[in-house]
């Protein structure tokens, strides 16, 4: 079936620090690949997606590549600040018979940026 | 300028009393899905609507009803809540096969 693994958190990292969130899926066809991200008592928002094998994401500098031949998603970040301290989920959306579509979250990473 | 709205944004209500959690979207989406979530944990859908289609998921309780009574609008009912529901309830639309956008989220209490 499909699935998403991301790694365990809390990641703490010092403001200006590289980041690194790994996600590795397992999914039929070729699905959508997504990362959201959830701040402190609101809901989810998306941060960047690609649609396609070697497509890269990105956005307020953030980037994750779609690599088809390691089933990976991974999320980077070159430095990051205390305003970028969240919960991240890597999803992924395989098209499904009879319209709309089930996304599948993975278990989220918090992260904690340190001034 | 707000594209999926939840209201209330908290809920406290008493165990095995009735209650509902409304969304409206301003974006004309013709999916609407609601999410459970609980703490630390990842959004679990429980149903969503294609147009006017219900799509239930297998694991989802009976507890849990749903009604979409026009494009804008739908609702999430917990017809006798337990303990074990008080969560995070996410609305969320899209158009067709496409991204999902989240509403802020309805945390609710059960005493």
């Known amino acids: 079936g499909n699935s998403v693994t991301q790694m365990e958190g809390p990641v703490t990292l010092s403001e200006e620090a590289f980041l690194t969130i790994n996600c590795t899926y397992t999914?039929?066809?070729?699905?959508?690949l997504f990362w959201y991200v959830q701040y402190p008592g609101e809901g989810l928002q998306l941060l960047l997606k690609a649609t396609k094998a070697d497509d890269k994401g990105s956005n307020k500098g953030f980037e994750a590549t779609y690599r088809k031949e390691t089933t990976s998603f991974h999320l980077e970040k070159g430095s990051v600040q205390v305003s970028d301290s969240a919960v991240y989920f890597c999803?992924?959306?395989?098209?499904?018979?009879?319209?709309?579509?089930?996304?599948?979250f993975g278990a989220g990473t918090r992260l904690f940026v340190k001034a | 300028d707000a594209m999926v709205i939840q209201n209330p944004r908290y809920q406290v209500t008493q165990f095995g009393k009735p209650v509902t959690l409304s969304c409206s979207q301003t974006?004309?989406?013709?999916?609407m899905y609601w999410y459970q979530q609980k703490s630390s944990q990842a959004p679990k859908l429980l149903f969503h609507?294609?147009?006017?289609?219900?799509?239930n998921e297998a694991d989802t309780p009976d507890n849990f009803q749903s009604r979409r009574p026009n494009t804008s609008f739908c609702f999430l009912d917990i017809r006798s809540p337990g303990l074990g529901d008080a969560a995070m309830y996410l609305c969320?639309?899209?158009?067709?096969?496409?991204?999902?956008?989240f509403g802020p989220g309805t945390r609710l209490t059960v005493l």
């Open positions: 999914a039929t066809g070729y699905p959508s």
């Open positions: 609507y294609y147009d006017k289609d219900f799509n």
């Open positions: 999803a992924l959306s395989p098209l499904e018979i009879g319209g709309g579509f089930k996304t599948i």
């Open positions: 974006l004309n989406h013709n999916v």
């Open positions: 969320a639309t899209s158009r067709g096969l496409a991204v999902q956008y």
